[in-house]
């Protein structure tokens, strides 16, 4: 029975961004959000699990690539779509709105490229190459549920989110060397640009958290992620070589 628990976790992580999306077509990113943070938390053990259980098989692998583009591509591409059918378009635009809210689907296909990529790469045992799914799933679920209300305030909202498709999309597979948290030992020497990470991460979640919970803003929560991500992809540029 043991070699079924990791699948079956990674069916959950599956399940989890099935549902997220269905909330997001919805309109409402904030559970789809908290259903993608759950399947990330999936992700995170069943590989451990099977690991720790020594049942690693190829179906796992494949099985888990699938999960990862749902929840981590199809998911937020999804609450993409629905923010793209609600924000302000320019009037020469506004009957295009049913085409251009479809352009969000672009993070989907590239996740899934990403992930394929990922599969057959051995240099990506320690460290990534390009952006992690999960991370660029967490960058645009928090943006939008964190910062919702003040980029539909902006004027040129449609533009900047079509050039956010198309960067997040080219950093998902782009040759770009990006740190892990994972650890070979617990010692502050190399691992000192993580540790900070960590901490830094923390703090920030900590204080957004503080934050809303002072204003009743609930929404606030989440924002730091979207910090938290960019800072990620900052320092990975900054001090990983290739």
């Avoid at 888990?64 to 993409?80: H, K, M, N, Q």
């Avoid at 991460?201 to 929560?221: E, M, N, P, Q, V």
Wanted: include cysteine; proline fraction near 4%; charged fraction near 15%.
């Amino acid at each position: 029975m043991k070699k079924h628990i990791p699948n079956t976790i990674t069916c959950c992580n599956l399940i989890s961004g099935c549902v997220a999306t269905v909330f997001a077509l919805f309109g409402d990113a904030e559970l789809a959000l908290l259903f993608i943070i759950l399947g990330a938390v999936f992700d995170f053990f069943d590989g451990m699990t099977a690991r720790i259980l020594g049942v690693s098989s190829p179906i796992g692998k494949e099985l888990d690539s699938l999960a990862d583009d749902v929840t981590f591509g199809v998911a937020p591409a999804s609450i993409l779509f629905s923010f793209l059918n609600i924000i302000d378009y320019p009037s020469f635009l506004d009957g295009w709105r049913n085409v251009i809210s479809f352009l969000a689907y672009i993070i989907a296909a590239f996740s899934a490229l990403r992930l394929a990529k990922f599969n057959l790469d051995t240099r990506q045992t320690t460290s990534f190459i390009g952006l992690p799914t999960p991370a660029n799933a967490l960058f645009w679920g928090s943006l939008i549920v964190g910062f919702g209300q003040e980029m539909m305030a902006c004027t040129y909202i449609l533009p900047l989110l079509i050039i956010g498709i198309v960067v997040s999309s080219w950093l998902l597979i782009a040759e770009i060397p990006m740190f892990a948290l994972k650890f070979k030992h617990w010692g502050f020497k190399g691992n000192e640009i993580k540790y900070g990470f960590v901490i830094f991460s923390a703090i920030a979640l900590a204080c957004g958290i503080a934050y809303g919970i002072k204003t009743g803003d609930a929404r606030i929560y989440y924002s730091p992620l979207s910090v938290i991500i960019l800072a990620y992809i900052a320092v990975s540029i900054a001090t990983q070589k290739k």
